[in-house]
Every structure is written in C-alpha cells, then in structure tokens.
C-alpha cells in the first residue's frame, strides 16, 4: 500500500529539548516536503526537499531543520523547540515532475511544547 | 506569486442540502488546482483536481468542482450532503517551477441532522 508514514503521531516535549519527527514513503518519490497545519492559517510550507541531498526552504523555515539523505525518508528537526511551535505537522511526497502530480499526506504529528 | 482563498472558514447545511465550497485562486500561470478533505485526526487526502481539459471535475465521495477561468474560482460541490462528509476542506494550487503547492485556510463542514 503507498503511503507517507509519520512518527510519533502525538509528542508533548519542553522547551529547548530537541526532537526529531520522522517521515517514510514507499513510492520511490523524489519531492518531498513538511507543513504545519495552525487554525485559520491552513497549512504552511516549512522545507521541501526534490531529491536526496537537496533541500530548500518553505515559507515558515525557522526553527526547523531537514536532512534527506535517503530518498525514502525525510526527518524534521527542531533543534530547541520553543511554545510557537505547538502545532500539527504533516509530511508529504509527491511523484515525479509535473504540475499535476498531487502529494500524498501522513497522518500527522501532533507536537506540544511547553 | 500565487495565492488561494476560501471564503467561509465554517460551513453549515443540513443532511441532503446542497454543498457549496468556495475557492478563488490568484496564479500568474495556468493553474493546476486541487481540493483536499481533511477528517478529524487524519491526514489530507485528495477529493479532485483539475488539471487541463474538462473544465468540471469529478471526485470522489460524489463532489465535483467546476474550473471557471474567468471568474478564478474552483467551487466544490456536492447535490446532497451525508453526516459523513463532515470535515474539514482545503483548496489548493500549483503554477509553475518544481510544484509547489499553496493550500488556503480551509474550510470547515458541519452537516447538521
């Protein structure tokens, strides 16, 4: 079954404490990419990555950081997480080249700092 | 630059009441557009999307939307609205470059009995 596996699904962690959400796809896709998802701000682009070794930044890159060293998988990393980054977070991939390839969604992370 | 926008952040109507979804995009491109449902503690899964050719798409779940150019609009619709379809929407775009995707706000579905 192709699908985008997140871990962990809920994580309550204090401030400054650092963490790693992980992200697996199964369908050999090159694109891939994190959101956070906040009330009345749909979801916003933190980093994207197109292929193994290569990242950029997304719209709300601070505070994260990304690595893809494997094509499968793509971690989010929060160095020092802080309260602004309560939020639920999705990871996505998409297939190849073209506009009309849609991404396919884990099921989320929901993550708490306090 | 593009840019989506839904108007309505909650959305009520009654179990077999039409469904209306607004969607307005802004793209400096042809724009390939989608509609994704969010249920409760779930991840986005994609209802339709336009991309070229026929103007209305259909989907999954019976919902359909209508790509008018001339208005920048991509409403979803539905003729009779189920308890099951209860959930949260987003509307989103891609225009040119390596595909990136701007989602709107979302829109938030209560079917009421």
């Known amino acids: 079954e192709a699908q985008v596996t997140q871990n962990p699904r809920y994580l309550i962690t204090v401030t400054g404490k650092k963490l790693t959400v992980t992200c697996s796809q199964n369908?050999?896709?090159?694109?891939m990419s994190w959101y956070r998802q906040d009330p009345g701000l749909g979801l916003r682009q933190i980093y994207y990555?197109?292929?193994?070794?290569?990242?950029d930044k997304g719209d709300v890159p601070e505070g994260y950081k990304v690595s893809r060293k494997e094509k499968r998988n793509f971690p989010l990393i929060l160095e020092s997480p802080s309260p602004n980054q309560t939020s639920l977070y999705f990871c996505?991939?998409?297939?190849?080249?073209?506009?009309?390839?849609?991404?396919?969604f884990g099921q989320g992370t929901r993550l708490t700092v306090v | 630059a593009q840019s989506v926008t839904q108007l309505g952040s909650h959305v009520s109507v009654s179990e077999g009441a039409l469904v209306l979804l607004r969607c307005n995009y802004s793209?400096?491109?042809?724009?390939?557009l989608f509609w994704y449902v969010q249920y409760p503690n779930q991840g986005l899964q994609l209802l339709l999307k336009?991309?070229?050719?026929?103007?209305l798409v259909k989907g999954i779940n019976g919902f359909e939307a209508e790509f008018k150019k001339s208005e920048t609009s991509f409403h979803l619709t539905k003729p009779s609205a189920h308890m099951s379809d209860a959930a949260e929407y987003f509307c989103?775009?891609?225009?040119?470059?390596?595909?990136?995707?701007?989602f709107g706000t979302g829109t938030k579905l209560q079917v009421i009995p």
């Open positions: 996505a991939s998409r297939g190849p080249p073209g506009r009309d390839t849609e991404a396919f």
């Open positions: 369908m050999n896709h090159e694109y």
């Open positions: 990555s197109m292929n193994v070794e290569v990242t």
């Open positions: 793209s400096s491109v042809p724009p390939y």
């Open positions: 336009y991309t070229t050719g026929a103007t």
């Open positions: 989103a775009v891609t225009s040119g470059g390596y595909q990136k995707v701007t």
